[in-house]
């Protein structure tokens, strides 16, 4: 997998919720570096050594990225482990553990022979007894996660010596190579572990361009750089993640110092990051980013349940309100699960629109009405009220809840918004389905199969079909659209899907947002490729005159 700083990583094979980031694309704007004569002078020298903090909106839930569904833990994890396969800059997968691979029988078989120079970080050789390991702990019934289908496509694992394994399977599967770009797990440490309290998930051992230093909750963790990485260590010594909740206190710590990146507002972006000392110490970069927000409704929910309402909601919000009062113009309207200008978006879907009149006759179909002259609608003497649930330090959601709340008592129906701090929000009421509607981001992957979050098997507590959607039609384009290789074929496959979540909206896809990062500029090796901003992170360097030892935030 591709290694990144912030949540600007192409996380290839994983879906996850995000608390905070983006995945950018190509494009940026950087501002210039620093001008002095003695850091000019080194600039196309990288040299060892120095610090990097950076924040984390919320508190990774667990290291153990099979384990986990939210950005903050596959970031830090991400740095911990190694894949068989990695996306390269150009967003091609290409050998990472692997030393080669071979694909045989029309794509049915898989030979794969590792490198035999990877250590974990605790001195053990990686083997593909750990692949296999992984492989079995993935197909597990007990293992608590939530990507285990790709790896129950496959028919065989067999190991056919210490760093090599064939993998078979009964019929083509489209993700069988993105089924590989995932982290190889320690089979010494982790095979007699229960996996739900294991203490590895807080001190992991893996074998990546970093280790596990520090861990300090609800404060840091600290990453150490790994001497024996078998790619090269990385040039930067020391990576810090510091735990801050709020993009305001990250954007203060930002202007002191105490950050050297972060992911800005679009009010930071546009007004607070002008000036000749922004220009001469920062470099700021802006992308139309691979992930979406979205407001879900959870369809076992009474008011949900009737497809007219969910459309009517949608009639009622306006996006292009959203687009210019939340994101100042920076970031697009959403039509569906998939980024604007890729193959598989559906180019042919007509948005809802701002029509609150239809909304209004939406919901008299459906039976709402404002029948006491109050100013909600009830049905039966049940007034229309729910609450829209989303995580604490997002103020962008925040303001998104706002305008939603607003746009919807114009027709009648009250919103209450209640924020929770990301890990109980996730445990407690994500992973439980206890609320009536959530706003909410998706990273976008490199591959379209979207079966995780949306088929029906997937609709179970810690399943990633939160909204429990569940549509039979649906199920089978999903299930079809993984195992047809030719992109011709699966873009019809694809667009059909998209016409179902847009006629049955199960959610209001609300926007597709920039990513909006900013870094120091004494941090050289930034560089912008399809892959995003920090495929090379492990690349990145100080001038040894710049690293400076920052005092690490209590």
Not at 409 to 414: P, R, Y
Request: hydrophobic letters at 40%; one cysteine or more; glycine letters at 6%.
């Amino acid at each position: 997998m591709s290694r990144s700083i912030f949540a600007y990583v192409l996380f290839g094979c994983f879906v996850f919720l995000a608390a905070c980031g983006q995945t950018p694309e190509q494009e940026s704007e950087k501002k210039s570096s620093i001008e002095s004569t003695a850091v000019s002078a080194q600039d196309s020298t990288p040299v060892y050594g120095g610090r990097i903090t950076e924040p984390l909106l919320a508190e990774p839930i667990n290291l153990i990225s099979a384990l986990s569904s939210d950005s903050a833990s596959h970031t830090v994890a991400n740095k911990l482990f190694v894949s068989l396969l990695k996306y390269n800059k150009d967003i091609v997968l290409v050998p990472e553990a692997a030393e080669s691979f071979e694909i045989l029988n029309d794509g049915k078989l898989f030979k794969f022979k590792l490198r035999e120079d990877i250590r974990w970080t605790d001195g053990k050789p990686l083997t593909a007894e750990d692949v296999e390991f992984t492989y079995k702990m993935m197909i597990n019934p007990e293992t608590p996660t939530a990507y285990a289908s790709d790896f129950l496509n496959v028919k065989e694992f067999k190991v056919t010596g210490k760093y090599s394994f064939e993998v078979t399977y009964d019929k083509v599967f489209a993700r069988s190579l993105v089924t590989w770009a995932f982290d190889i797990l320690p089979k010494h440490l982790l095979e007699n572990e229960n996996l739900r309290e294991t203490k590895y998930s807080r001190a992991p051992i893996g074998a990546g361009p970093y280790k596990l230093k520090e861990w300090i909750s609800g404060q840091r963790l600290i990453l150490e750089a790994n001497e024996d990485y078998f790619e090269g260590r990385p040039y930067i010594d020391e990576i810090v993640y510091r735990v801050i909740p709020d993009s305001s206190t990250q954007f203060m710590e930002l202007k002191t110092g105490n950050l050297d990146g972060m992911d800005l507002t679009p009010q930071q972006y546009l007004f607070q990051t002008k000036g000749s000392s922004w220009e001469k110490d920062f470099e700021k970069f802006k992308f139309l980013s691979f992930g979406y927000t979205w407001l879900g409704y959870n369809l076992e929910r009474p008011f949900f349940k009737d497809v007219r309402v969910r459309r009517a909601i949608s009639y009622a919000i306006n996006k292009e309100e959203i687009v210019k009062g939340v994101l100042l113009g920076l970031g697009s309207p959403a039509i569906g699960p998939y980024k604007p200008g890729t193959w598989v978006y559906n180019d042919k879907l007509v948005p809802y629109g701002y029509h609150p009149e239809k909304a209004v006759e939406l919901l008299k179909q459906a039976g709402w009405s404002d029948t006491d002259g109050d100013g909600i609608i009830d049905r039966e003497g049940t007034p229309f009220s729910f609450t829209i649930l989303t995580n604490q330090g997002n103020s962008l959601r925040i303001k998104t809840a706002t305008i939603i709340q607003n746009r919807l008592k114009d027709i009648g129906i009250d919103v209450q918004i209640r924020t929770v701090e990301w890990a109980a929000f996730i445990k407690e009421f994500v992973d439980k389905g206890k609320f009536d509607a959530i706003i909410l981001g998706w990273n976008i992957t490199q591959d379209p199969d979207n079966y995780n979050v949306w088929h029906s098997s997937k609709a179970v507590p810690g399943g990633l079909n939160i909204v429990k959607f569940k549509n039979g039609e649906l199920d089978e384009l999903l299930e079809k659209g993984r195992t047809t290789l030719v992109q011709a074929d699966r873009k019809v496959i694809y667009d059909r899907i998209q016409e179902i979540l847009h006629a049955e909206q199960p959610y209001c896809f609300l926007y597709v947002p920039m990513a909006l990062p900013i870094y120091q500029s004494r941090i050289k090796g930034l560089k912008i490729a399809p892959a995003g901003l920090g495929y090379n992170a492990d690349r990145w360097w100080i001038p040894t005159v710049l690293q400076k030892k920052l005092r690490i935030q209590q």
